[in-house]
């Protein structure tokens, strides 16, 4: 998978390419899914919810620029693969969503794959941030929405990146938003993917 789907496009980050090959991916595919788990695809994990394509998962972990130490927010746990490559990169991870049973599969998953115990996993909706643990040197967005939350943005360290697909329901751009040591942001569209809707929850209902 790693050598066939992600270095050959052009994924070079070492810690990438070390993190998904060391990550059992079939761990994080409900059980009758399991031997598709390495497929070039995204693939359905219940509730009309996917575990992105692993290439997907490499570019956007490598465009987040991982590092050691980095303490990351991510929205859309889903199957809780992509946490498993954010932790396993060095990075301490906090990361939301708001189906109670695609939450509890995750972590049973990252239980299995032993690091349960270096991510911190919570229900409710993402788009508002986890305000207690911001700011957050790098946020992830794996659910797809016409902006990037204002509330993710406010939570950005500085300096500090993000990365979100941003467009409307059919197809996203990748968008990569920098906030430098002054505070300044910029913006850079990456790669086009296609994500399901991040979901809005109503005022209470989170
Ligand atoms: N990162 C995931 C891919 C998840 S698909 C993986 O590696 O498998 C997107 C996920 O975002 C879905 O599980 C969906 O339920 C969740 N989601 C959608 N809107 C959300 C919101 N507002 N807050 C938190 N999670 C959300």
Excluded: N
Excluded at 26 to 46: E, M, N, Q, T, V
Excluded at 63 to 92: F, K
Excluded at 124 to 134: F, I, L, Q, T, V
């Amino acid at each position: 998978m790693v050598d066939r789907q992600i270095r050959a496009r052009g994924v070079r980050d070492r810690r990438v390419l070390e993190a998904m090959t060391r990550i059992p991916r079939h761990l994080f595919l409900p059980a009758g899914r399991r031997s598709d788990a390495y497929a070039d695809a995204a693939l359905p994990i219940g509730r009309g919810q996917t575990i992105s394509q692993p290439y997907i998962v490499a570019f956007m972990t490598e465009a987040l620029e991982p590092a050691d130490g980095l303490r990351a927010l991510e929205v859309g746990t889903g199957s809780g693969y992509q946490v498993a490559v954010l932790a396993d990169c060095g990075m301490e991870v906090w990361s939301m969503e708001r189906l109670p049973e695609l939450q509890r599969s995750a972590a049973e998953a990252l239980r299995g794959a032993g690091i349960g115990d270096r991510v911190h996993l919570r229900l409710g909706d993402g788009s508002k941030g986890w305000p207690e643990e911001a700011p957050f040197d790098r946020i992830l967005v794996t659910a797809a929405a016409p902006a990037v939350p204002r509330a993710l943005l406010d939570q950005l360290a500085s300096p500090g990146i993000l990365v979100a697909p941003v467009g409307g329901p059919a197809l996203q751009r990748i968008l990569r938003v920098r906030r430098d040591a002054q505070g300044r942001l910029s913006e850079q569209p990456l790669e086009g993917a296609r994500f399901v809707p991040l979901v809005v929850d109503e005022e209470g209902a989170g």
